[in-house]
């Protein structure tokens, strides 16, 4: 299936990048996913975030499928920020590290993309924030969760099965095509079976306890 091809093609990339000698970067198992791209809950992502959002269609006219993906960092690089009032250099490098990651994984995805008869793109959009209004006008993490990886927690932040530190990205976009889009249909019905890559509804409160400034409570 064009899906599981995909995913396998984003994990290989991932592994290859890490494996470089210049690369001190390591990275958990990523989470892939797919959605519908005319769902109203991508189409409404405008009325709720921001007039500018980009919608799918701008990128391509008759995009069909978002792609979206999440690449976790280990265990050691999260607790490397344990002490100190600020990020540690391990944390530092995994982030410029990681950037030049997506920059290059997302040019070979679409030409992976291409090679299977299938079109892709990406938006401008996707790596802008706006300092002032702290929005983006491409959300990953919501986009993300309509393409089923993980659900909101207490702290606003998309919690994965594979946990929530680490990076989202969503901007190959495939549009429809007969080869294509009947493999991917739309995870945003779990098409791939009942939480597949997602966690559950309930409220665990750990981003609350573990909060080292006591940012967070439950009410």
């Not at 995994?94 to 299977?116: M, P, Q, R, V, W």
Request: hydrophobic share 35%; charged share 20%; aromatic share 10%.
């Amino acid at each position: 299936m064009m899906k599981e091809a995909i995913r396998n093609y984003i994990e290989g990339f991932l592994r290859n990048y890490e494996d470089r000698e210049e690369i001190a970067t390591h990275y958990g198992q990523p989470l892939v996913g797919f959605a519908d791209a005319r769902h109203p809950y991508i189409q409404h992502r405008p009325d709720l975030i921001s007039p500018t959002h980009e919608l799918p269609q701008n990128i391509l006219p008759d995009a069909r499928t978002i792609i979206a993906y999440f690449v976790p960092f280990t265990r050691d690089l999260a607790r490397s920020n344990e002490t100190g009032l600020l990020a540690s250099p391990a944390w530092a490098r995994a982030y410029e590290e990681t950037n030049a990651l997506f920059g290059e994984l997302n040019e070979s995805l679409i030409d992976f993309i291409h090679a299977k008869a299938g079109h892709a793109g990406i938006t401008p959009k996707a790596t802008t924030f706006d300092q002032q209004k702290l929005i983006s006008d491409w959300s990953h993490r919501h986009i993300a969760y309509a393409a089923g990886l993980g659900t909101f927690g207490v702290n606003n932040m998309l919690l994965t099965r594979h946990g929530c530190c680490g990076r989202f990205k969503c901007y190959a976009l495939c549009r429809e095509n007969a080869r294509i889009y009947t493999e991917f249909g739309s995870s945003y019905t779990n098409e791939d079976g009942p939480g597949a890559n997602s966690v559950g509804s309930e409220v665990c409160g750990k981003c609350v306890t573990g909060s080292p400034c006591a940012f967070w409570t439950l009410k």
